[in-house]
């Protein structure tokens, strides 16, 4: 039967209208470090300036994936209200804005997506370290994300015994129809073994039985995190 109601509706958290924002930056090689230093500086001034309704959730380099690449994971607790208003006050922020040319001088490209979070998702929580991280992001065939949704919804028992389901979201401006997993693990070997040890759990197999063909591309990244990241 045809949807009454937008994906974005169904599958979302209800009792929270916490919004992400989701930040590539892919950095010249040669100012990587510099510019580590400079956001490692700044972004942590807003995170706990209560004046403005945004926390950072993690922040990272990418170790394997797109190299020189940093990413960013913001909440905006209040929704697009939210957004706007942190927005609104960032234009008359003097030190932002010289953070932001500083920081142009840098980059060679950047995007950014802002994301729901799902609702069977466990919402992403400060977590001590040392730990890598991996996203792995999900292009979905259009009108998929409901089948997706249920697909997950009872097979994520299967991938948090370890604590290692961080986070899952799905996009709602930028690239539409995009969904990205965020896995934490203690370094390659845990993710390894983790991974497998999922296929001896009778129900995964056919989770992936169904949702690899809603996929029209897939991603792994696995990540770093910086020291002011709150995922550690």
């Not at 599958?11 to 100012?31: A, D, G, M, R, W």
């Not at 709602?172 to 993710?191: C, F, M, N, P, T």
Request: glycine share 4%.
């Amino acid at each position: 039967d045809p949807r009454k109601d937008a994906h974005s509706t169904l599958l979302s958290k209800k009792e929270t209208s916490n919004l992400y924002k989701i930040q590539f930056h892919n950095v010249k090689p040669e100012c990587l470090d510099a510019y580590n230093s400079l956001t490692e500086a700044v972004l942590p001034k807003l995170h706990l300036d209560e004046d403005y309704p945004c926390s950072l959730v993690g922040n990272w380099n990418t170790w394997y994936g797109e190299q020189d690449q940093a990413v960013h994971l913001w909440r905006f607790s209040g929704g697009y209200p939210a957004l706007m208003d942190c927005m609104n006050k960032l234009k008359n922020n003097k030190e932002y804005l010289e953070f932001r040319k500083e920081r142009s001088c840098m980059l060679l490209s950047r995007r950014n997506q802002l994301l729901l979070e799902f609702s069977f998702w466990n919402e992403p929580q400060p977590r001590a370290g040392p730990n890598i991280y991996e996203l792995r992001t999900y292009k979905l065939k259009p009108g998929t994300m409901i089948e997706w949704g249920n697909n997950w919804a009872r097979a994520i028992k299967y991938r948090q015994e370890n604590q290692e389901a961080v986070g899952g979201f799905f996009s709602q401006i930028g690239e539409l129809y995009v969904v990205h997993h965020l896995w934490a693990y203690k370094d390659l070997q845990s993710r390894e073994e983790t991974r497998n040890a999922a296929w001896r759990k009778r129900g995964w197999d056919e989770n992936v039985y169904y949702t690899v063909p809603l996929v029209r591309h897939m991603e792994s990244r696995i990540m770093i995190p910086l020291k002011i990241s709150p995922l550690q």
